[in-house]
């Protein structure tokens, strides 16, 4: 590539550097790679996010559970109480 300058009234031609023509190479190959890293932090939320689901689902299990677990034993515990004070009333 050669580009025109223009310098104390006289064009001058000034040859570009190796460097300058790669820009489009460096370009796509920057590009790419921009591509291929951020496909890996999508894949890498994804898959937090759904480790994030699947705990949020196992911690609602077990308030579930404890909850279903104490209104059982609070029920147990209510009737062992009214049999024992009706056995002593008579």
Known sequence: MIYLTTYSLEIQFIRCPADVREVDTITSVNTDDIAYHSGIVKDNVVRS???FQQL????????VT???QSVVYMAIRQIVYFVAVSSTTG
């Open 49 to 51: 996010h759904a480790t």
């Open 56 to 63: 949020t689902r196992d911690i609602l299990w077990l308030n």
């Open 66 to 68: 404890i909850h279903g």
